[in-house]
């Protein structure tokens, strides 16, 4: 399948159909540099949007880079680049026999870029696992593996972030008791230390499992959201959402002197405003430890099923069948979503169609 578009005359090919009408070695090559290329380009994706890789093709310098789009599969050429790629070899006469008639290989390209299309946007099973190795490790562990979806900008205050709350809690755990009762966030005693332990409760936590997960969770999501907000709006995002959420634990237990620690009220804003930001991202799990089977789902489904988990931690929280503040989180995923409505670019149209 070959898109064109009617302004410029560039044209669109799926990587399929591009092994087959080009040298194949090549184009292996270039994919190859593809699922190792870090940093983003600065055109977005025609179909879904996101930012475009700039990659090279081939090794000599009379060669171009081509912009593609990794999650969708798609390989853009401006006008008259298609055309200077050295073709694939001719299919033997004898190849031809059994040949499949135009037609019919028109609607087996259609079925492929349907599928293609469909695995591109996160739905069922992966046919590749992500291509970064290290990856594998928090997938097995139960936690999302985020797909192609880089930054442009260096994540400065995720970072930082990340160290202050590794920090400020790894030096807590050598006495966290004391640390949890003087700087933990109670209910009861909304106002101590003039209100602060709203914000001081962020930067401790229970234990080194509490504390990897969130920082995974704030490291794999903040960068993306801190790309989209900056710095100054980011940070703002993050300890309004903390405070969201202690509030809204506070009206569910006003009376509780149970201490709340955690940074997971902010992350809940990130999680939130990432999955409506980059609706078609994709996350992945490990489903088959033996086989090593992955299965994607697009961020928006992800969320869908975080909710639900929330709302069925609240119920286990009212019987006090868990420690874990669902009120807290679902304070942060609150103020993720009014943040989003307010930052949110608005629809516009687009400059120009693709048409097959």
Not at 40 to 48: D, E, N
């Amino acid at each position: 399948m070959i898109w064109t578009c009617p302004d410029c005359g560039g044209h669109a090919v799926g990587l399929a159909i591009l092994r087959k009408v080009v040298e194949r070695n090549q184009i292996n090559q270039f994919w190859q540099k593809t699922r190792n290329a870090a940093q983003a380009g600065t055109r977005p994706c025609p179909s879904c949007r996101k930012l475009m890789l700039e990659v090279p093709l081939g090794e000599t310098p009379e060669l171009f880079k081509l912009d593609v789009c990794r999650a969708c599969q798609f390989v853009w050429f401006d006008p008259k680049e298609l055309e200077a790629l050295p073709v694939a070899p001719a299919v033997a006469e004898e190849d031809k026999s059994d040949a499949l008639p135009q037609e019919a290989r028109e609607a087996v390209a259609i079925l492929e870029a349907n599928r293609i299309g469909e695995q591109a946007r996160g739905s069922g099973f992966a046919a590749e696992a992500p291509a970064e190795w290290w990856k594998y490790l928090p997938a097995l562990l139960g936690f999302p593996a985020e797909y192609d979806n880089p930054v442009k900008h260096f994540p400065w205050a995720t970072v930082a972030l990340a160290i202050l709350i590794i920090a400020a809690s790894v030096s807590a755990f050598s006495n966290l008791k004391e640390a949890v009762a003087q700087f933990g966030f109670i209910p009861a005693q909304f106002w101590r230390l003039g209100g602060l332990t709203l914000l001081t409760s962020f930067f401790l936590h229970g234990s080194i499992l509490h504390l990897a997960g969130n920082m995974y969770f704030l490291l794999v999501f903040g960068d993306n959201v801190e790309d989209v907000l900056g710095k100054g709006r980011y940070l703002l995002l993050v300890f309004a959402a903390t405070g969201a959420g202690g509030l809204l634990h506070t009206l569910l237990a006003p009376d509780s002197q149970l201490p709340c620690i955690g940074a997971s009220g902010g992350i809940s804003a990130l999680i939130v405003f990432y999955a409506l930001q980059f609706p078609r991202a994709r996350l992945g799990w490990i489903v088959a430890y033996v086989r090593g089977s992955w299965i994607q789902v697009p961020a928006w489904f992800a969320l869908v099923v975080w909710i639900i988990y929330q709302f069925v931690m609240l119920f286990l929280q009212r019987k006090g069948l868990t420690d874990m503040s669902a009120m807290a989180h679902l304070g942060g995923a609150a103020i993720g979503f009014l943040y989003w409505l307010k930052v949110r670019p608005k629809p516009q149209m687009e400059e120009s169609a693709l048409i097959p």
